[in-house]
């Protein structure tokens, strides 16, 4: 082979390279670790007072407010069971609003004076902490100089032990809020969002007849799809070390065409890993049920099961933690970038959503006869006017950067928010829309044809993987949440929008009822009413089809093709009233995120164009300066031994090196383009101007990489970092 050095090299290491033993250690069952280092309610049953523990069972499973009372014996318990974990400092983590986690660790040891220390963790400590909020995104809503933060526990979310080989850390998930109260944070609008929603679910579920029912909680299951790359590759793309994903590169001879990657057989090395990665989630509670290879070659997926949307989150931040880090201990880099190659599949976060509790479980099972459960169908109805109503909401909480070159591809949904339903409750909505719902479509059986199989049950609906919102059976999947993406942000948008429209929901039956109206009846009217003014959103075909865009702009759909079109969703004026009302955000909050929305798009552009410009011009550039220099020695050696020289090539090259030329000047004059004081218009200056000027950049390197001689190409290519693991 003769490529150049540097990559010779990396490769070279790659082959070399043995991974380390997996940690399952002989005989050991996941059952047995399953939450071992997890401070849950079964370890709290154990250690806490009868009294104690029954008080934080209530918070967390009727959410009643945590008497304060408690929180010495629950901190000497947690303090006593993190030591016996090894743990010799604690955490307060929380989640700001940079999408990553923050933490950080205090000693359990206090000096007594003595010239020695003795362990101690109060309430005080366990309930409230104080970091500096300073240099965390907020928006406006506080003063650089105003650097008090705070902290507080979050009872519902269990403290866990995270180990590490230089000593184990308690970590404690709180919510993070400014001293006057405001969120800076994502956990706070969950919790927020959560309270509202379940309000108004209950009241729906009392006017079918259940007294008193359980807290609703919103249940979320992500799928969360990632790369893996050699770490000799990653840290020779300087692109892919500061920006996550590469930003020059020539499509490889083969990519997914073949689509013999999806669901084949997993790789030896990636195996070892995931197990690893397993062991580790299962030590944290993390219950994750699903592994394979996804579509894109180096490409693969990890599906956790349901969890209720508060810890699922949490569980989330920490699961791409792990994988990150045990990544780098099997000599990889997991990237969760939306799109870290071009040209092939890029990577979301599927966020499977239902709501429910511990007494009637899921609320949005339809059962055998959807068309005679009108309690699954309310809640059913609810969705599809939350969806239609603010699809903003749900297009702006998956906003980014980076899910920009993903969202709209033929590899995930399109921009315009549709609800897909499946055949079987779309005929039964229809019927409805027609005067009422008689039968349903049943389940059939496939005759496979072979004698010695049974037969296999048919759906009544297929499934849509081209829908941003799509049923698949007893829940919604929200295909659209990036890879990289927290999952808190469409969690709070849907369980806000889900207490509007429950609340419409019960306000509308309640009303009826009172006036007399049979209570089927008014049902019924309901379920018209919402088919008849937000039906629209309802589509079963294909999303990636050229036709579906000018269908949905019939319809009134919106498509907000990017993130910039998409963030002044946040602060519409019927936004923020419906933020307002349920007490999700404040108007300075919704403001605030608008605020740090732009800035992290206009920040994000920026590290890439100035990577661009500095790989295009001290890597590429020169490069391609040294294959010009060797074709025209090569030209000039011919015509003097009086031969007459191809000039082809070099001419060829000569092209693309002046089009690269070109655009490194083009981009230069855009970074340093003066952009309004307003945050949307840099942003749109970013996208506009910047984003084409980059793509510039790339297209003249990306044919100057298939142009140039192998030996003088510096950048691990896509052939390499894609297949060779």
């Given amino acids: 082979m003769t490529a150049n050095p540097v990559r010779l090299q990396a490769i070279a290491a790659v082959e070399a390279f043995t991974p380390p033993p997996i940690s399952f250690d002989p005989g050991e069952e996941p059952g047995e670790i ?40 629950v901190a000497s318990a947690m303090k006593d069971w993190a030591l016996e974990k090894g743990a010799t400092h604690y955490a307060h983590v ?51 100089f105003e650097a008090r933060g705070y902290t507080g526990w979050d009872v519902m979310s269990p403290a866990y032990v995270l180990e590490n080989p230089n000593g184990n850390t308690l970590c404690i998930p709180t919510i993070f809020i400014s001293m006057t109260g405001e969120a800076l944070d994502h956990k706070t609008p969950v919790l927020r969002s959560q309270q509202a929603m379940s309000v108004h679910a209950r009241r729906v579920l009392e006017l079918f007849g259940h007294t008193d029912p359980d807290n609703v909680v919103a249940y979320c299951g992500p799928e969360q799809e990632y790369f893996l790359v050699d770490s000799h590759f990653f840290l020779a793309r300087p692109d892919l070390l500061n920006a996550g994903r590469t930003l020059f590169g020539a499509k490889p001879p083969k990519g997914q065409e073949f689509d013999d990657h999806y ?27 699903t592994r394979h290879n996804e579509v894109a070659p180096g490409q693969f997926e990890v599906a956790p099961m349901f969890e209720r949307a508060n810890e699922a989150s949490d569980h989330q931040q920490l699961l791409m933690t792990t994988f990150k880090s045990v990544a780098k201990k099997h000599g990889m880099e997991c990237l969760f970038h939306e799109k870290p190659f071009a040209g092939v599949n890029g990577s979301g976060k599927h966020v499977n959503f239902s709501l429910g ?27 599809i006017r939350a969806v239609h109503k603010y699809s903003g909401l749900l297009r702006v909480s998956v906003a980014s950067a980076s899910n920009d070159h993903r969202l709209g591809a033929n590899e995930a949904p399109p921009a315009i928010i549709s609800v897909f339903l499946g055949d079987q409750l779309a005929d039964v909505f229809d019927q409805i829309a027609k005067g009422g719902a008689t ?23 297929d499934r849509n993987r081209t829908s941003p919102f799509a049923f698949t059976g007893n829940r919604f999947e929200f295909r659209a949440p990036g890879s990289n993406q927290t999952v808190a942000g469409p969690m709070v948008m849907l369980n806000t929008i889900m207490a509007e429209a429950l609340d419409h929901c019960a306000t509308y039956l309640e009303d009826a009822v009172a006036a007399g109206t049979d209570f089927n009846e008014a049902v019924q009217a309901l379920l018209s009413d919402i088919v008849s003014d937000h039906g629209a959103v309802i589509f079963n075909g294909n999303g990636y089809s050229d036709e579906w865009p000018v269908e949905a702009e019939q319809r009134g759909l919106k498509n907000l093709r990017t993130t910039v079109d998409a963030l002044p969703e946040l602060i519409s004026p019927e936004a923020v009233e419906l933020f307002g009302r349920y007490g999700v955000f404040s108007a300075g909050e919704a403001h605030s995120r608008f605020e740090i929305g732009c800035e992290q798009y206009v920040l ?21 300066l040294r294959y010009q220099t060797e074709l025209a020695l090569n030209v000039k050696a011919l015509a003097d031994a009086g031969l007459t020289p ?54 003249a390197a990306d044919e100057l990489e298939g142009l140039v001689a192998d030996d003088l190409w510096p950048l691990p290519t896509y052939q390499e ?3 060779i693991l």
């Fill in 34 to 73: 399953f939450g071992t280092n997890v401070f849950s309610l079964s370890a709290m049953q154990k250690r806490l007072p009868k009294a104690v523990y029954k008080s934080v069972v209530a918070t967390i499973e009727k959410s009643t407010r945590l008497d304060p009372d408690v929180a010495d014996a």
């Fill in 439 to 461: 039968h349903s479509k049943e389940k059939g059986t496939l005759m496979v044809g072979v004698d010695t199989l049974p037969n296999l049950t048919q759906d009544p609906g």
């Fill in 94 to 144: 929380f989640y700001p609003l940079t999408g990553l986690t923050a933490e950080k660790h205090d000693s359990f040891l206090d000096p007594v004076g003595d010239g020695t220390a003795l362990a101690s963790f109060s309430g005080k400590t366990l309930v409230q902490g104080e970091p500096d909020a300073s240099s965390f995104p907020n928006g406006g809503l506080r003063n650089t």
């Fill in 263 to 289: 669901f084949g057989a997993i790789p030896e090395r990636v195996l070892g890993f995931m197990m690893d990665t397993e062991r580790e989630l299962f030590k944290l509670g993390i219950p994750a049920k």
């Fill in 721 to 723: 970092m894609l297949y």
């Fill in 604 to 624: 994000a552009v920026a590290v890439e164009a100035n990577l661009t410009l500095e790989i295009g011009a001290t890597t590429v550039l020169p490069a391609a």
């Fill in 646 to 699: 191809d000039r082809t090539g070099l001419e060829t090259v000569s092209e693309k090196v002046a089009a690269l030329t070109a655009g490194l000047a083009g981009l230069r004059t855009a970074i340093a383009h003066d952009h309004a004081a307003d945050p949307l218009e840099t942003a749109r200056d970013a996208r506009d101007l910047v984003l084409p000027a980059m793509a510039a950049v790339r297209e």
């Fill in 357 to 383: 509790n511990s007494e009637l479980g899921s609320l949005l099972v339809p059962g055998d006869n959807p068309h005679d459960n009108a309690q699954f169908l309310v809640f059913c109805a609810a969705v």
